[in-house]
């Protein structure tokens, strides 16, 4: 167990919901105002909104290019600024009972980049590739997916606009072009203006919501925090429902109607292929498969920078944005002390020199900490097992989705507040078919049973009652626990605006206001002289004047 580190001031909860924004006059709490009593937001079922997934019909899913020009276009960060990946898809997807999968090595992947939109200066060139999604039971179809394209692009300058066609220019199948910002160099000056985090998305009406809503904030970067098209919630006949053990639950393995991922993809492609997007794996990403294959369209669909940033997998990676360092962990993958990513995860915390990305934030998809009864203490293990690593190095942000709804805790460290323990955010409120969580654990009633919550994929049991503290004995608190800052079952998303070393505004914005009124705003305070995190020593070498 780690010990507290020494730091002296308090922690925020925050009645953020009634707060104007930064420039009008009213002051916005921070993370040095000192403890505030827990808010719940009261749940209004009128503001459900619309929890229905866009049919195939819907033209902004469909199919709009011929051939083997390229679609689904998006953009990824490399682990620095200097580098960002291109993906797309070239030529059909296939579901059926007889499938033939494309072959990748027929199509060619290349990007012409550069800083005018003409000339394209720049060539790039990259890897393609196809998966299959394959079911060995009679009735169930297979999917094929067209051919996926990522290419690498190096040698960016900091902050700059780049513009950028990729396809075959040989066919020629080339797209239209577009274009996209570079991060900031990595200084404690530099940061991203707004960093738009969302998670459990989906594509329902409340999606399209949810992302207009964060297109009208203009983010140079999303952060999607897992569970990203659902496609899991189908039959491969492409027959859905909100809840697919529910309507289905004699089914010989859980099917996936992975054109559900062609359609999400097409519909984001008008945020994606501007600004960059990172995400991390959900446990609606797992789609098991024949040969126990898990995660196949997943790791097959977006670009990572884990070879960049020394992991061996799609599941973990990191990156710098600015003065940010991002670690993206994964909760569906060995974590424990002797895994590869606990072992890769010691190595990049020991190599953040906090001179340079003064700011540390963490991202997975189920939360550690979260009052709701749905996934109520549910991956206790990962926590026992990796709290005090991000501890110890001083985290000082966390956000995870999992849970459909908004909640902000105190700064919280082993279940008690401490301040110089990561805020925990939770935006698993993007706008899913599964709808909203609405009971909390603490309410009469709704603690769960706690051999009934681990989750069944990840396994293991380590929650137990807790043993001190006001809710010593029990599995639950019988309140809104202290850790619990802020509460709401609405959909939205929020915005992250580093404005230098010390101080962070994160705002959060519900889809059923206005796109300007906030839902809840805080001030995210580092104190690195009070809270000591271990030093990473660097040599700065400076030219001479």
Not at 98 to 126: C, F, N, Q, W
Not at 182 to 206: E, F, H, Q, W
Not at 318 to 329: E, P, R, T, V, W
Request: with cysteine; hydrophobic share 35%; net charge negative.
């Amino acid at each position: 167990m780690a010990f507290p580190r020494p730091c002296v001031f308090a922690l925020v909860a925050i009645t953020g919901f009634i707060l104007n924004a930064v420039d009008g006059g009213t002051k916005i709490p921070s993370t040095l105002d000192g403890p505030f009593e827990p808010v719940t937001v009261p749940f209004d079922a009128a503001l459900r909104g619309n929890a229905v997934d866009l049919p195939a019909s819907d033209p902004r899913v469909q199919r709009r290019v011929e051939g083997f020009k390229p679609e689904q276009i998006s953009v990824s960060l490399s682990a620095d600024y200097d580098s960002v990946w291109i993906s797309w898809i070239t030529g059909e997807s296939q579901i059926g009972y007889h499938i033939k999968p494309l072959d990748p090595k027929t199509i060619s992947s290349v990007v012409r980049y550069g800083k005018m939109r003409y000339p394209l200066m720049h060539e790039a060139t990259g890897y393609s590739l196809v998966y299959s999604q394959l079911y060995p039971f009679e009735g169930l179809q297979n999917y094929t997916s067209g051919i996926i394209h990522h290419v690498r692009l190096t040698g960016l300058n900091p902050h700059t606009l780049y513009y950028y066609r990729c396809g075959d220019p040989s066919i020629p199948a080339m797209s239209k072009i577009f274009s996209f910002k570079s991060m900031p160099i990595s200084s404690p000056k530099n940061y991203p203006n707004r960093i738009a985090v969302i998670g459990d998305l989906g594509l329902t009406y409340n999606t399209t919501t949810t992302v207009s809503h964060l297109i009208s904030n203009k983010p140079d970067l999303v952060l999607l925090v897992g569970d990203v098209t659902y496609a899991n919630l189908y039959l491969t006949n492409g027959t859905g429902s909100d809840c697919y053990s529910c309507s289905f639950p004699h089914t010989p393995i859980h099917e996936t109607y992975q054109p559900r991922w062609d359609y999400w993809a097409r519909y984001m492609q008008n945020l994606v292929s501007k600004v960059p997007m990172m995400v991390v794996e959900g446990n609606h990403e797992i789609e098991e498969q024949a040969g126990n294959l898990t995660f196949a369209a997943y790791s097959s669909r977006f670009a990572f920078p884990s070879e960049e940033s020394g992991s061996s997998s799609t599941f973990y990676y990191s990156f710098n944005a600015g003065g940010i360092h991002f670690i993206m962990l994964g909760a569906y993958i060995a974590y424990n002390k002797t895994a590869d990513q606990y072992k890769w995860l010691e190595r990049d915390l020991a190599n953040v020199d906090r001179s340079i990305t003064p700011w540390l934030v963490a991202v997975w998809h189920p939360p550690w900490y979260s009052s709701y009864k749905a996934h109520y203490r549910e991956v206790e293990c990962m926590r026992v097992a990796m709290e005090d690593l991000l501890y110890t190095h001083g985290v000082d942000i966390v956000f995870n989705g999992h849970v459909h709804a908004y909640e902000r805790s105190n700064r919280v460290y082993n279940y008690t507040l401490d301040p110089c323990a990561p805020v925990y955010i939770t935006v698993g409120d993007g706008g899913n078919r599964e709808k909203m969580a609405i009971k909390h654990a603490d309410d009469p009633g709704n603690c769960p049973d706690p051999s009934t919550t681990p989750d069944e994929y990840i396994g293991g049991f380590c929650a137990t009652n807790f043993t001190s503290g006001p809710a010593a004995g029990k599995f639950c608190w019988d309140r809104q626990p202290e850790y619990s800052a802020l509460r709401e079952s609405s959909f939205g998303h929020g915005i992250l605006e580093v404005k230098n070393e010390t101080w962070a505004l994160w705002t959060w914005y519900r889809n059923q206001d206005s796109r300007s009124k906030v839902g809840d705003q805080i001030y995210v305070v580092r104190q690195p002289n009070l809270c000591r995190t271990p030093q990473k020593i660097t040599t700065h070498w400076f030219s001479a004047a």
